[in-house]
């Protein structure tokens, strides 16, 4: 069984930076597509980014171009570097795992980190 783990939230001004990990245990990861998705006070689960078997990623758009999302194998940690945060960027941030290839669909993910909280003031 998998068991994820998220770090590195925390509080941060707009345009400010932070980088959260997601550690993965219980079995290497090589072959499994890493997602961030997060949820805010009212508001739907909402997929962020990313990363599947081969190393290609995804973004949503509200975050293209200011967040990126990587992984280390060897580590089994995948890394999701969030720059020019925004207020609208608040919300806990969740890890999650599948196989091989990578989903917006949060249903679609079998292993879930229990969320770390990211705020970002205006």
């Known amino acids: 069984q998998v068991q994820l783990v998220e770090s590195g939230g925390g509080l941060v001004q707009a345009g400010g930076s932070l980088r959260l990990s997601c550690a993965a245990s219980?079995?290497?990861?090589?072959?499994?597509?890493m997602g961030w998705f997060r949820q805010a006070p009212g508001k739907e689960r909402e997929f962020v980014s990313a990363?599947?078997?081969?190393?290609?990623?995804y973004y949503a758009d509200s975050v293209k171009g200011r967040f990126t999302i990587s992984r280390d194998n060897a580590k089994n940690t995948v890394y999701l570097q969030m720059n020019s945060l925004k207020s609208e960027d608040t919300a806990v941030y969740f890890c999650?795992?599948?196989?091989?290839?990578?989903?917006?669909?949060?249903?679609?993910?079998?292993?879930w980190g229990q969320g770390t909280q990211v705020t970002v003031s205006s």
């Open positions: 990363i599947n078997w081969s190393g290609n990623t």
């Open positions: 999650a795992g599948r196989y091989l290839v990578w989903s917006v669909k949060e249903s679609d993910y079998r292993y």
């Open positions: 219980g079995r290497t990861f090589n072959n499994y597509a």
